[in-house]
């Protein structure tokens, strides 16, 4: 199945809490010297059109990137996510939206690498035109449950392999988990970074338990909530599990989460969480 669009969905509340881990990771990452390598196993088209049909129908932008669009009281990770928007964004006007590997693009260096996986032929088309001749890029029209744990360890033993997936597919939440641990298995000093939206509770739940249940060290969960749960009414909440976090993220997010949940929750019904699944 391959019907599904991020496009209708770029810059919404779940970007910007997925986008902000992201950079922060990233970020950790270049403050060292040593190279290190990104891959992200379902990688979309780029960047988003913003002012195009799909994500028109629903502006659900505007309830996202778009409610910290003109806002001058941010916190400094929210901030400095909202400068990476902006690049895309010369006018100043809200017109376009990066995706993951836009954001990822922006953290490299000469020595490191990008690996992009997406199997969706009109994403994959605008992935190659967006990675165009950058000899740090590789583009890959594959499964990136499987491609991703093939091209493990990196030679360079630093980096971060991001997962995220459409949950299009409801196998998904567990071919999640088990690629989560094949890549960890042979990329254990990496970051590994899960998003997951939370539709219906127990599927999140039983993604939480399910990762627990591995076994993996060094597990936090950051999540952010734009009003309570309720099934069949689309997506409430999105998170992030993060393997092996850089040391200062949880504070970041201490700091960011609650504004955050204040600032794009609806009705004053924004929540958050953040706490740790496994610890050393």
Sequence with gaps: MLSYRHAFHAGNFADVLKHIVLIRILAHLAAKSKPFCCIDTHAGPGQYDLS????????????????????????PVVAEYRAAVATLN????????????????MWLRRRDRLTLFELHPTDFHALETFAGRDSRISVAREDGFDACVGVL???????????DPSYE???????????????????????????????????????ERAVENTGIRRVHLFELGARPDAT?????ASGMIVVNPPWTLRQEMAEALPWLARTLGQHDAGFYRSYELAGE
Excluded: C
Excluded at 153 to 163: F, N, Q, T, W, Y
């Design 52 to 75: 195009g049909a799909h994500a028109l129908k629903n502006r659900e932008f505007d309830t996202g990137i778009g409610r910290l669009w003109n806002r001058g009281d941010l916190p």
């Design 153 to 163: 360890p990196p030679a360079e033993r630093r980096g971060l392999v991001m997962i």
């Design 232 to 236: 069949g009414t689309g997506m409430t």
């Design 169 to 207: 597919i409801k196998t998904d939440y567990r071919r999640v988990v088990d690629t989560l641990v094949q890549a960890h298995r042979r990329f254990q000093t990496g970051v590994h970074a899960v998003w997951y939206p939370v539709i219906d509770r127990r599927r999140a739940n039983t993604l």
């Design 90 to 105: 010369a006018t100043g006007e809200l017109r376009r939206y990066p995706g993951s590997p836009y954001f990822e693009r």
